[in-house]
């Protein structure tokens, strides 16, 4: 037994201990339970605890479980996307929180307007600079929201961020602030083809900073199923 839903008591009282440290109700903060490399025994034993959305990382992974859970669960893209992908997962997912080149937003857009259908999106930012080679650098973010502005088949709901890895987590506050901070200027601009609303950050390691720091959506893996085994 893995014990999925222990570990799932243990992350929700997480979450509501740094929520309620900040003033905020827990319950505006979603679990995407990060489900790569999981069977999908553990993914269904995820769902009958109540999670009801799945982050995956890759198109084709995502795609041969989609075939077996289907719409049991809501998808979302959570890892890094080659625009020659994106035809494969229009159809399945909610969310893609990955995005970071106008070229992706492009071929979503053709895409979706060929099926007559809005694609939700985040804009992945990259605060930090060195670790991660994804993710807009943020002084560019801007200029790539403006760029998005007309294809209407793509919706900015946000942002995400990931933040490098530090044996310190308090180290990872900072990146989790600047992140709010460009979430809440970009959405006093009020742009009427952007719709702020998601700001995806916090892993397994620093969810209970992201959320001191804003965050609303929280990706969780290792947290919920152990550790991974590749
Ligand atoms: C794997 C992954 C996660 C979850 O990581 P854990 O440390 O297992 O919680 C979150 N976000 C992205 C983009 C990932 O690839």
Partial sequence: MIGIKENLDKVRQKIADAAKSTGRDPDEISIIAVSKTRSIDEIRQAIDCGLNILGENRAQELCEKYK??????????????QTNK?????????????????????????????????MDILIQVNISGEESKFGVDQHELMELIHSAKNYKNVRIKGLMTIAPFYE????????????????DNIRGMELDYVDMRYLSM????????????????????????????Y
């Fill in 68 to 81: 077996l859970i289907g719409q049991q669960a809501r998808w979302h893209m959570i890892g890094h996307l």
């Fill in 86 to 118: 994106v035809k494969y997962i229009l159809d399945k997912v909610d969310l893609i929180h990955s995005v970071d080149s106008l070229k992706l937003i492009k071929e979503i857009n053709k895409r979706c307007k060929r099926q007559n259908k809005t």
């Fill in 168 to 183: 310190d987590s308090e180290k990872v506050r900072p990146i989790f602030e600047k992140a709010k901070q460009l979430f």
């Fill in 202 to 229: 916090g892993m397994t390691n620093d969810y209970d900073i992201a959320i001191q720091e804003g965050s609303n959506m929280i990706r969780v893996g290792t947290g919920i199923f152990g550790q991974r085994e």
